[in-house]
């Protein structure tokens, strides 16, 4: 995943004249990739695609922000996570690499290994 530079940024539901085409799932798994950055099949990867589109529709506004927001940290603005499973497969992990705190135990002695993707000095 990686969004050049120059990807100009794109009202994609502007693009609609209204949001309720975010009704059909895969006109919405479309507008999102465009929106993150990630493509489709891997925001199905995420197993939160049919969640996520779920929770867009059970919300009467919707924006270009609050889309990528419930993407990335896995709940819409203003509210908390719909899961914890919405948490830890937020898009801003994958983003950076990382496991969520309190999601991935590292195991015993793991603090003596270098991080993951980490290098040695």
């Not at 009202?11 to 479309?30: I, K, N, T, Y």
């Not at 929770?55 to 990335?72: G, K, N, P």
Request: net charge negative.
């Amino acid at each position: 995943m990686s969004v050049p530079d120059d990807h100009p940024a794109v009202d994609c539901l502007a693009e609609f004249g209204a949001s309720d085409d975010l009704a059909d799932f895969d006109e919405f798994l479309r507008v999102c990739a465009e929106l993150t950055g990630f493509d489709e099949s891997e925001l199905r990867a995420t197993g939160m695609a049919h969640e996520h589109h779920r929770t867009t529709l059970a919300h009467r506004v919707r924006d270009d922000h609050a889309l990528v927001h419930l993407w990335y940290v896995g709940a819409w603005p203003g509210e908390t996570p719909s899961s914890a499973h919405a948490y830890d497969q937020g898009l801003a992990w994958r983003t950076f690499r990382a496991d969520p705190p309190g999601t991935a135990a590292p195991g015993h002695g793991s603090w003596a290994e270098a991080p993951r993707g980490g290098e040695d000095q």
